[in-house]
Nanobody
Framework: VQLQASGGGLVQAGGSLRLSCAAS????????MAWFRQAPGKEREFVAA????????IYADSVKGRFTISGDKAKNTVYLQMNSLKPEDTAVYYC??????????????????????WGQGTLVTVSS
C-alpha cells in the first residue's frame, strides 16, 4: 500500500485546510488510517484516526473540536479537515495505515509503531 498525502500549505491563524491521503490499493487490507504530525524539533505525535469498518474515530485532545477525520472508501482516500488553525498546528503532517496483524501487537491507535504504511508528509504552516 502506498500513501500519498497532499493539501498542506500556508494559512493564517483561524483559517482552514483540508488534507487528503490517497491509498494505492483497496482499503480492505487496512484496518485504520490515521494522521500524525511532527513539528520542528519535536517528536511525531498522533492527531486522529479512523476505522474503515464502522467509521469510529479518535482525536488528540489538542485538536478535538477543530479537526475532523473522514474517509471515502470508494476513493481509497482519507481526509483531515482542519479548522480554527493555530500557529502551534504548524508541522509536517503524515498519514498512516495499519493492518490487523500489526494492530494486534500495538493496540493503541495513538502509537505510531502500530502503523505499517506511511505517506511522505505534507507541510502545514500557520502564521500568527
Amino acid at each position: 500500500v502506498q500513501l500519498q498525502a497532499s493539501g498542506g500549505g500556508l494559512v493564517q491563524a483561524g483559517g482552514s485546510l483540508r488534507l487528503s491521503c490517497a491509498a494505492s490499493e483497496r482499503t480492505f487490507s487496512t484496518y485504520h488510517m490515521a494522521w500524525f504530525r511532527q513539528a520542528p524539533g519535536k517528536e511525531r505525535e498522533f492527531v486522529a484516526a479512523i476505522r474503515w469498518s464502522g467509521g469510529s474515530r479518535i482525536y488528540a485532545d489538542s485538536v478535538k473540536g477543530r479537526f475532523t477525520i473522514s474517509g471515502d472508501k470508494a476513493k481509497n482516500t482519507v481526509y483531515l479537515q482542519m479548522n480554527s488553525l493555530k500557529p502551534e498546528d504548524t508541522a509536517v503532517y503524515y498519514c498512516a495505515a495499519d493492518t490487523p496483524p500489526t494492530r494486534t501487537i500495538y493496540s493503541a491507535l495513538t502509537d505510531d509503531r502500530g502503523y505499517d504504511y506511511w505517506g511522505q508528509g505534507t507541510l502545514v504552516t500557520v502564521s500568527s
